[in-house]
């Protein structure tokens, strides 16, 4: 098990911003790509974003339009999601999630077997 927790959650404005955050506990955390995904009520989890291991790529859901952004710092041990232009269809439990393996891309279909507990994303109209 790989301790991932999210923070950064909440309520916000249409058109408004959020940054979301998940600190990882386990030493792969540097060299595993991450990713995160959402689960809207009545709705199966998506994959949102995803950034290799070493950030050197990034994935992105093409239905948002440029609008999220991923990045990691591997010295903190951290990945973020900087959500802009925020629509109620955003509105979504958010979660992080890690690659089981090493060294991986982080792209759609990656084997991202460890999760954090999820935040809340509320956007309102």
């Known amino acids: 098990q790989v301790p991932l927790v999210e923070s950064g959650g909440g309520l916000v404005q249409a058109g408004g911003s959020l940054r979301l955050s998940c600190a990882a506990s386990g030493g792969s955390f540097s060299m595993s790509a991450m990713g995160w995904f959402r689960q809207a009520p009545g709705k199966e989890r998506e994959f949102v974003a995803g950034?290799?291991?070493?950030?050197?790529?990034?994935y992105y859901s093409d239905s948002l339009n440029g609008r999220f952004t991923i990045s990691r710092d591997n010295a903190k041990n951290m990945v973020y999601l900087q959500m802009n232009s925020l629509k109620p269809e955003d509105t979504a439990v958010y979660y992080c999630a890690q690659d089981r393996r090493l060294l991986g891309s982080g792209r759609p279909g990656t084997d991202f077997g460890f999760w954090g507990q999820g935040t809340q994303v509320t956007v309102s109209s």
């Open positions: 950034i290799h291991w070493n950030a050197g790529s990034t």
